[in-house]
Every structure is written in C-alpha cells, then in structure tokens.
C-alpha cells in the first residue's frame, strides 16, 4: 500500500476536469488517474502518459480507498442520441466502480 491518495477522474479534457487536474497535479500526497472517452492515463509530474485499461485496473489495486470525480459527460437533445447519454453519464461511472 501506498500513502498517497488516489484520484481519479473522468472527463479529463474538459474544462471542470482539466481545471481538477491543475490544482492536484503539483500535489505529492495524490496519485492522479483519468479517462477521457475510452482513453486511460496515469499523471507523472505534469504530464498524463496513456496507459491500458488493465494497467489503470492494476494501480487501483494498491489503494484501499479512491476520490472519482465523474466528469465524462456526454448531451445532446436528439432523441435517437438518449442511448449515447445514458452510457457516457450513468454506465461509464459505474463500470469505474
């Protein structure tokens, strides 16, 4: 086990996500993990290195606990998107989990 804190969040290229990122990353007390579409990446210093699925499920692993900040959002107002919403904003998360 580590001492550091997990983070991870979600919807890293957006503007809540990319502003989280910002404020965390010169922290040494966290490890930072984040997704952006179905894309993982792992923050050493300040930059994210993409790493696989199986990787970002293995460092997880270390950690007792984990912050998730859910940022991955998807919107749209046409009906035939509703599956696309229901994914990105509902199933995605709780894959995370």
Same mark, same amino acid.
């Given at each position: 086990?580590?001492?550091?804190?997990?983070?991870?969040? @979600?919807?890293? @290229?957006?503007?809540?996500?990319?502003?989280?990122? &910002?404020?965390?990353? /010169? &922290?040494? /007390?966290?490890?930072?993990?984040?997704?952006?579409?179905?894309?993982?990446?792992?923050?050493?210093? /300040? *930059?994210? !290195?993409?790493?696989?699925?199986?990787?970002?499920?293995?460092?997880?692993? &270390?950690? *007792?606990?984990?912050?998730?900040? !859910?940022?991955?959002?998807?919107?749209? %107002?046409?009906? $035939?998107?509703? $599956? $696309?919403?229901?994914?990105? /904003?509902? !199933?995605?998360?709780?894959? %995370?989990?």
């Amino acid at each position: 086990m580590t001492s550091k804190k997990l983070l991870i969040i @979600t919807g890293i @290229t957006g503007f809540i996500g990319s502003s989280v990122i &910002d404020q965390k990353i /010169n &922290d040494p /007390n966290y490890l930072i993990l984040g997704t952006s579409s179905s894309s993982y990446f792992k923050f050493n210093g /300040n *930059k994210p !290195h993409q790493i696989k699925f199986e990787e970002f499920i293995e460092i997880t692993r &270390d950690y *007792k606990e984990a912050s998730l900040i !859910h940022l991955a959002t998807f919107f749209s %107002l046409e009906s $035939k998107d509703d $599956k $696309k919403i229901l994914d990105a /904003n509902y !199933h995605y998360g709780i894959k %995370l989990l």
